[in-house]
């Protein structure tokens, strides 16, 4: 087979690469099969090597038989992915509050566990743990719900505008926080002993951490009695919210008395809501009187 003589063709052959390339791409169309006096059957001839192979190779290996391709490498197997390591259990902090609560044998005891307990993250930005407040022996125990400024930098319960009116209502039936007889004192908690920030409501996670230390703290104290101040006390106490609805209706919880009333911060937004705080303490006072001291 030749080629026609042009200025293309004369301008490659001129240049000896460029001719050897051309001369392998025609190698690869088959344009340098020779050309035999009978046609040849394409389709009876044996499989040939499908890879293509060097015009060099051709050349030099005219009339010796053809090698077969070298097998591919087997390629290593990637190493099976390991599984990720389990992350660590987390602790449970209602768990771990509970079983520091329960080596509690006495109040100052109960103060310190409380004091030690780091999984509440409120405790991170209070300036101080408001245990509580009051004759430890009374029989009334005021449960309200968390600290505000005043309380968080005194380390107090109700000490700010609405603890002066919590004292106010007391004493209007005999009962203080300062008395030493316990049959006319109160002793004051809350069920979060730091202050939340901006004096948000605490989260229902906050609370039951909290939980097994009040429970504590009333069983330590043993009154005769609870009074839950506001909604935080009665959902976490009753396991109810509602305030307006729970007021002033007995309850029982913790193998006490509960009285659920309006706190005194509520009072302060809408005072008409006082004759409603008077009629339950006078339903508190007549409990007392009808129930004498153990």
Not at 17 to 32: N, V
Not at 115 to 124: E, H, P
Not at 170 to 181: K, V
Request: proline share 12%.
């Amino acid at each position: 087979m030749g080629i026609a003589s042009t200025p293309l063709c004369d301008a490659i052959l001129g240049d000896w690469h460029a001719a050897f390339a051309a001369l392998e791409w025609l190698g690869e169309l088959g344009a340098l099969d020779p050309v035999t006096d009978a046609p040849v059957d394409r389709y009876a001839l044996a499989d040939r090597d499908p890879a293509p192979r060097p015009l060099a190779g051709r050349v030099a290996d005219q009339g010796a038989a053809p090698t077969a391709p070298a097998a591919p490498a087997a390629r290593p197997r990637p190493a099976a992915p390991s599984a990720p390591p389990e992350p660590a259990a987390k602790p449970d902090p209602v768990a771990l509050a509970r079983a520091a609560a329960g080596q509690a044998a006495s109040l100052p005891a109960l103060q310190q566990a409380l004091a030690a307990f780091d999984l509440c993250d409120l405790k991170r930005g209070a300036r101080s743990t408001v245990f509580s407040d009051g004759n430890p022996a009374a029989r009334v125990m005021v449960i309200g719900e968390a600290p505000g400024r005043d309380e968080d930098m005194q380390g107090k319960p109700f000490v700010g505008r609405a603890g002066q009116l919590l004292d106010r209502m007391f004493a209007a039936i005999g009962l203080s926080r300062h008395n030493p007889d316990a049959a006319s004192a109160i002793y004051i908690t809350n069920i979060m002993p730091w202050r939340p920030p901006s004096n948000r409501e605490p989260a229902p996670d906050e609370m039951a951490m909290m939980v097994p230390f009040v429970q504590r703290h009333v069983a330590l104290a043993d009154p005769d009695l609870i009074v839950l101040m506001g909604n935080t006390p009665a959902q976490a106490v009753l396991g109810a919210r509602g305030i307006t609805r729970l007021r002033g209706q007995w309850a029982q919880a913790w193998g006490k008395p509960v009285l659920p009333m309006l706190h005194p911060a509520y009072l302060l937004r809408n005072p008409i809501a006082k004759r409603e705080a008077w009629a339950d303490l006078l339903a508190l006072q007549a409990h007392l009187a009808a129930n004498p001291a153990r």
